[in-house]
């Protein structure tokens, strides 16, 4: 059967370089939603003007436009029979609740990538993206305390969370993750 796994963590904790190398060990598709908009933003879609408005300031987009982005690409051959990794969704409550709808019993494994505010905003302030000035960082980590944090326990109730400390090496965080992940998704 295929497998969901998703990934939660501060902005900056490391999660999409992660979530590229544990996507290829364990042969399934990485779904980056931050990666989709920045994709619709530089093709100047709509949609991704809107987006890029919103990711500049730090604000999260509304749950149905990024829910229904993500029930289609879910939607898709790769992720239905390889299984996916999700990086950046869900970041509500409301959206963990759509995506539970879309994929039930699909969802095995959400991983916490937990790094310490202090290292996060470091990591950001070399990153230098577009949103990664001071006024985003700071509006981002505040959203993500009230928003997502609450997620935590809510994957907690489900029986699925595993938390990993995301601190140290990229390396050293990788091997954590692959036995993390290994617990529920062979090599
Ligand atoms: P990321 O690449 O995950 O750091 O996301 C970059 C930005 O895209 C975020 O700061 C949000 O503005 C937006 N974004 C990405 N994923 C979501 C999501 N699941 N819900 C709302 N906004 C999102």
């Given at each position: 059967m295929s497998i969901g796994i998703v990934i939660l963590g501060r902005q900056?904790?490391?999660?999409?370089?992660q979530?590229?190398?544990?996507?290829?060990?364990?042969?399934?598709v990485h779904i980056s939603t931050g990666d989709m908009l920045r994709?619709?933003?530089?093709?100047?879609?709509?949609?991704?003007?809107?987006?890029?408005?919103?990711?500049?300031?730090?604000?999260?987009?509304?749950?149905?436009?990024i829910n229904g982005i993500v029930k289609e690409r879910l939607l898709k051959q790769d992720a239905q029979r390889g299984?996916?990794?999700?990086?950046?969704?869900?970041?509500?409550?409301?959206?963990a609740e759509?995506?539970?709808?879309?994929?039930?019993?699909?969802?095995?494994?959400?991983?916490?990538l937990d790094v310490p505010i202090g290292e996060v905003i470091a990591r950001m302030l070399e990153r230098g993206r577009d949103d990664d000035t001071t006024e985003a960082i700071t509006r981002r980590l505040e959203l993500y305390e009230v928003k997502t944090a609450p997620l935590l326990d809510w994957f907690s109730d489900e029986g699925i969370l595993e938390v990993v400390d995301g601190s140290g090496t990229e390396e050293a965080v990788f091997e954590r993750l692959v036995s993390a992940v290994s617990k529920v998704h062979a090599v």
């Open positions: 900056g904790a490391g999660k999409g370089t979530a590229v190398r544990i996507s290829e060990t364990f042969g399934v994709a619709a933003a530089a093709e100047g879609t709509e949609l991704g003007l809107e987006a890029k408005l919103i990711m500049d300031a730090g604000n999260l987009v509304p749950d149905d436009v299984g996916f990794l999700l990086d950046g969704f869900p970041r509500t409550v409301g959206q759509a995506l539970s709808g879309y994929v039930g019993g699909k969802l095995q494994l959400a991983i916490n």
